[in-house]
């Protein structure tokens, strides 16, 4: 999967704001990724990033 930073990806379990879009922070063998609605951020690995990819926006 080849994402990058600046992206925004769609996840399939939207977060407790209410949106499931996020902004590509940082890649690597971890994820960051900042939440578009509340600017929360979170680190997740890889693998649970592929698992629960949706698609872009």
Do not use: A, N, W, Y
């Given at each position: 999967m080849d994402l990058k930073v600046g992206q925004i990806i769609k996840l399939k379990k939207q977060h407790p704001c209410g949106t499931n879009a996020w902004e590509i922070v940082r890649v690597g063998a971890d994820f960051r990724l900042k939440?578009?609605?509340?600017?929360?951020?979170?680190?997740?690995?890889?693998?649970?990033?592929?698992?629960?990819?949706?698609?872009?926006?």
């Open positions: 939440c578009t609605g509340c600017d929360h951020q979170v680190m997740l690995p890889r693998k649970t990033v592929e698992k629960s990819f949706k698609g872009l926006i």
